[in-house]
Nanobody, 122 residues
Framework: QVQLVESGGGLVQPGGSLRLSCTSS????????TGWFRQAPGKGREGIGC????????AYTDSVKGRFTVSRDKFKNTMYLQMERLKPEDTAVYYC???????????????WGQGTQVTVSS
């Protein structure tokens, strides 16, 4: 069982920025496709960005394209989600996950972390 741990969530004003991190103590992130999902109150879980293994090719859904960036530091074994120009509708619990079918691989995730809350509000 892969264990992923997210961190970096919090309260931010509209238009602000935030960076989430995802790491694992028993899983080498660079060897697998990984990415981010989010779940807003009353809504289903939505895949928003991912990064392929090795070359690190990224993909994004339209709702975050141009504002969010997924990256990975293989030396720190950490994946990041840099979020810019945040909107109230970005408020959600954010999860990192593996992508067994690749990135984006139909946005099918597995090995979910526990999630970190992001709230965008003035």
């Amino acid at each position: 069982q892969v264990q992923l741990v997210e961190s970096g969530g919090g309260l931010v004003q509209p238009g602000g920025s935030l960076r989430l991190s995802c790491t694992s103590s028993d899983f080498t992130l660079d060897n697998y496709a990984t990415g981010w999902f989010r779940q807003a109150p009353g809504k289903g879980r939505e895949g928003i960005g991912c990064i392929s293994s090795g070359e690190g090719i990224t993909a994004y859904t339209d709702s975050v394209k141009g504002r969010f960036t997924v990256s990975r530091d293989k030396f720190k074994n950490t994946m990041y989600l840099q979020m810019e120009r945040l909107k109230p509708e970005d408020t959600a619990v954010y999860y990192c996950a593996t992508f067994p079918l690749g990135c984006p691989g139909e946005w099918a995730g597995a090995d979910w972390g526990q999630g970190t809350q992001v709230t965008v509000s003035s």
